[in-house]
């Protein structure tokens, strides 16, 4: 079971960047997907997650109506489109898999998710 992450990169603040991620090895369809990050001396937080069937997501207060994750289940992948970004987006990002996901429940805490992908940079200067 793999993640790959890309898409990372350095923005000015008000730019855009857009993240994504490609699961092999993995029953995707029936895993929850989500996106975390961490800065500097920070703990792991949730930026978005989003249901197996894409019809449900969620979003930390900090990116809301700015962030959208998206997923595509027959290509196994999941996107993180970022808007208005703002300095204090500055942080590795990680997506990860819950795939014990259950349809009525999204679960938005790191240790509810299976398998991580190796994180990607995202720096934005103001």
């Known amino acids: 079971v793999q993640l790959q992450a890309s898409g990372g990169g350095s923005v000015q603040a008000g730019g855009s960047l857009r993240l994504s991620c490609a699961a092999s090895?993995?029953?995707?369809?029936?895993?929850?997907m989500a996106w975390f990050r961490q800065g500097p001396g920070e703990e792991r937080t949730l930026v978005a997650a989003?249901?197996?069937?894409?019809?449900?997501?969620e979003y930390a207060n900090t990116v809301k109506g700015r962030f959208i994750i998206s997923r595509d289940n027959p290509r196994k992948t999941v996107s993180l489109q970022m808007g208005n970004l703002k300095p204090e987006d500055t942080a590795v990002y990680y997506c990860?898999?819950?795939?014990?996901?259950?349809?009525?429940?999204?679960?938005?805490?790191?240790?509810?998710?299976?398998?991580w992908g190796q994180g990607t940079q995202v720096t934005v200067s103001s």
């Open positions: 989003i249901s197996r069937s894409g019809n449900w997501a």
């Open positions: 990860a898999a819950d795939y014990n996901c259950i349809l009525s429940h999204l679960p938005t805490e790191p240790t509810a998710y299976d398998v």
């Open positions: 090895g993995l029953n995707f369809g029936r895993s929850c």
